[in-house]
């Protein structure tokens, strides 16, 4: 009964391809998150969802585009993905968008060659 | 933006020992978090600190929020193998959107 899960865990794709990454939270929260870890580890928030309304979305190229088709989920499409896309995704979920608590899903790691 | 600066970046010990590690920030926090991460999985939250001065402990872990609002440590007492991983501090300063700003982790190493 994973609290946070993600799929896949690996993605492996070509350069210009489009891929999605799905998440999925059984905790019953209100607000979920997605995050991008680079090689050093840096942790960066891009998105925000608050019951399926986007309220933050960081400066992120357009080609990433997350959807919520309930609040319990929330993917994150990506489109012509680059080399410099590659890294770990990971999402993330909060009781409410005034919880400071999150938890993290295992996170997807994602290589563009 | 805001900057989370956290040190040492890397540490190696031996088992047995205690552990500092530190986060300062360029602006004013009105929370900090300390999650771990292990090898191949998310962040897990380890302690959640929300008032200035506020030193809260969790096991052998202990952290503290600094009395300017702009630093935190957290200590590990008597470490352990599995206390391996990052370990990162989150800051959270006023604002309408609870965003946490990470600080850039601190990879730990014990040595049996």
């Known amino acids: 009964d994973t609290a946070v899960s993600q799929t896949p865990k690996y993605l492996v794709t070509q350069m210009g391809n489009d891929k999605s990454i799905k998440c999925e939270q059984n905790?019953?929260?209100?607000?979920m998150y997605w995050y991008k870890q680079d090689s050093k580890k840096f942790l960066k928030i891009m998105f925000s969802?608050?019951?399926?309304?986007?309220?933050i979305n960081e400066t992120v190229p357009n080609r990433f585009s997350p959807k919520s088709p309930d609040k319990a989920h929330l993917n994150l499409h990506i489109n012509s993905l680059e080399l410099g896309d590659s890294a770990v995704y990971f999402c993330?979920?909060?009781?409410?968008?005034?919880?400071?608590?999150?938890?993290f899903g295992p996170g997807t790691r994602l290589t563009v060659l | 933006g805001q900057q989370l600066n956290q040190s040492p970046q890397s540490m190696f010990i031996q088992e047995g020992e205690d552990v500092s590690m530190n986060c300062t920030s360029s602006?004013?926090?009105?929370?900090w978090l300390w999650y771990k991460q292990d090898p191949g999985e998310g962040p897990v939250l380890l302690i959640a600190l929300y008032k200035a001065g506020e030193l809260t402990s969790n096991g052998r872990l202990t952290a503290q929020f600094g009395i300017t609002r702009k630093d935190s440590f957290l200590n590990i007492s008597a470490s352990i193998p599995s206390d391996v991983g990052i370990y990162f501090c989150a800051g959270q300063s006023y604002g309408s959107a609870r965003q946490l700003t990470f600080g850039s982790g601190t990879q730990l190493t014990v040595l049996p």
């Open positions: 969802y608050n019951n399926k309304e986007l309220i």
């Open positions: 602006s004013i926090f009105n929370t």
């Open positions: 993330a979920s909060s009781h409410t968008s005034q919880s400071y608590e999150q938890f």
């Open positions: 905790l019953g929260h209100d607000t």
